[in-house]
């Protein structure tokens, strides 16, 4: 018996939550995929909107981007805002929990960089 007060979890945060004991691997599962990693780091820099993110994404679709966008939103890592203005448009920007995973990426960068030479 669930309180009405209480929100009910997102099929991926249900997903994660019920997935593995490692919640590092939890979150590497949900930043994987061809685009969400671009995508955060264009919006650490900016606000997004769709068509913008298509042009500076080569090789990606809307079908793609779609997916990818709804994730990040549904994980509570992007923030998507419609703005009543002419025309009306959908920015997307990095939440505060967005913000913090940005430096993770950063860290796995420098690590990838430094061992690119080093193979097993």
Same mark, same amino acid.
């Given at each position: ?9 997102? %099929? ?5 939550h +019920?997935? $593995?004991?490692?919640? /590092? ?7 994987? /995929?061809?685009?969400?990693?671009? =995508?955060?780091?264009? !919006? ?13 994404l ?7 981007? $779609? ?13 998507? %805002? ?6 009306? +448009? =959908? ?10 995973? =940005?430096?993770?990426?950063?860290? !796995?960068a ?7 030479? =080093?193979?097993?």
């Amino acid at each position: 018996n669930q309180n009405n007060s209480q929100v009910k979890m997102t %099929t991926l945060e249900t997903n994660l939550h +019920h997935g $593995t004991d490692c919640p /590092g691997q939890d979150i590497l599962k949900l930043l994987s /995929g061809k685009w969400k990693p671009q =995508i955060m780091r264009l !919006a650490s820099k900016d606000k997004l909107r769709f068509n913008t993110l298509l042009r500076q994404l080569p090789g990606s679709n809307k079908q793609t981007l $779609t997916v990818a966008l709804r994730e990040l939103e549904e994980a509570r890592v992007l923030l998507r %805002t419609v703005v009543k203005e002419k025309p009306l +448009h =959908i920015e997307y920007t990095l939440t505060e929990r967005g913000k913090s995973m =940005i430096d993770v990426y950063r860290v !796995a960068a420098a690590i990838a960089k430094k061992s690119e030479g =080093i193979r097993e």
